[in-house]
């Protein structure tokens, strides 16, 4: 079974660095494309980034752009989000996904980021 | 990039009740269209992608349709476990694939 389990969440002060991780399992990990998604707390869903199946192309949203950087691991089945210059509007869940085919069919549990002095 | 707008925000409906949900896209985005359902702490959960073809293992009474701008997920008779908040996301823009604000479905 197809399971993503991210980690690295936590608090940090505004202008500070994260590095969020999802770690695959059940799947062959270097066929499909990953994401993040996050969501603030009551708020709607918002794509934030997505990286191809060899990691050659990534790809952001323009709210992040600049400051996060995805990459992954195919070796060890991770992919993993740097996020530098963190404001208090990136406090969110942030969850890692499955792409296949166009659609996110496989979400991990989220890890919770919390940017607050 | 791609805005998607869904309306209504939220409803309140019955068990039993028809429902419809509908996102609308600033461009066409051919079927390139994904529903999801998140309940309160939860992960969201695909139920239709490519605007009407059903994920494995959800119910039937689930129904997605549309093309270019204009898509509608349809609840034919709601049930209890269905009150959650709906989301569409757009998948025509290469993995930057931007969601609707989400229509939350309350009970009445």
């Known amino acids: ?117 | 990039d791609i805005q998607m707008t869904q309306s209504p925000s939220s409803l309140s409906a019955s068990v039993g009740d028809r429902v419809t949900i509908t996102c609308r896209a600033s461009q066409s985005i051919s079927t390139s269209l994904n529903w999801y359902q998140q309940k309160p702490g939860k992960a969201p959960k695909l139920l239709i992608y490519f605007a009407s073809t059903l994920q494995n293992g959800v119910p039937s009474r689930f129904r997605g349709s549309g093309s270019g701008t204009d898509f509608t997920l349809t609840i034919s008779s709601l049930q209890p476990e269905d009150f959650a908040t709906y989301y569409c996301q757009q998948s025509h823009s290469t993995l930057v694939y931007t969601f609707g604000q989400g229509t939350k479905v309350e009970i009445k």
Request: neutral net charge; aromatic residues 12%; glycine residues 12%.
């Open chain 1, 1 to 117: 079974d197809v399971q993503l389990m991210e980690s690295g969440g936590g608090l940090v002060q505004p202008g500070g660095s994260l590095r969020l991780s999802c770690a695959a399992s059940g799947l062959i990990f270097n066929s499909y494309a990953m994401s993040w998604v996050r969501q603030a707390p009551g708020k709607g869903l918002e794509w934030v980034s997505g990286i191809g199946n060899s990691g050659a192309t990534t790809y952001y949203a323009d709210s992040v752009k600049g400051r996060f950087t995805i990459s992954r691991d195919n070796s060890n089945n991770a992919v993993h989000l740097q996020m530098n210059s963190l404001r208090p509007e990136d406090t969110a869940v942030y969850y890692c996904a499955r792409v296949t085919s166009y659609y996110c069919d496989y979400w991990g549990q989220g890890t919770l980021v919390t940017v607050s002095s």
